[in-house]
């Protein structure tokens, strides 16, 4: 059904960069699914980053406040050290 789909609308799927995300709730399992074409399939992954967001399956906020958290400790070190640069020269 999806090469007919692509075909239909002279479109083409790259394979090499092509992924899915299957969304689900905290009450659902994970069902292994396998998407393809012929004897290609599409890899799964349970995030991705999508517009500088960080998107999980079960739409939570936890991978983009950990990367989040990660960014801020690094600026609040450069911070920390060009204050006491800064203080040692005035």
């Known amino acids: 059904m999806?090469?007919?789909c692509f075909k239909a609308n002279i479109f083409s799927l790259n394979f090499e960069k092509t992924q899915y995300?299957?969304?689900i709730n905290n009450n659902n399992m994970l069902?292994?699914?396998?998407?393809g074409c012929g004897n290609k399939t599409i890899p799964y992954?349970?995030?991705t980053v999508f517009l500088?967001?960080?998107v999980d399956s079960t739409l939570s906020w936890r991978n983009y406040t950990d990367l989040l958290i990660n960014k801020l400790s690094t600026a609040?070190?450069?911070l920390r050290s060009v204050k006491k640069?800064?203080?040692t020269q005035h």
């Open 2 to 4: 999806l090469f007919r």
């Open 31 to 35: 069902m292994g699914r396998k998407i």
């Open 45 to 47: 992954i349970s995030h």
């Open 85 to 87: 640069i800064y203080l």
């Open 52 to 54: 500088g967001l960080t």
């Open 21 to 23: 995300i299957q969304f």
């Open 76 to 78: 609040c070190y450069v």
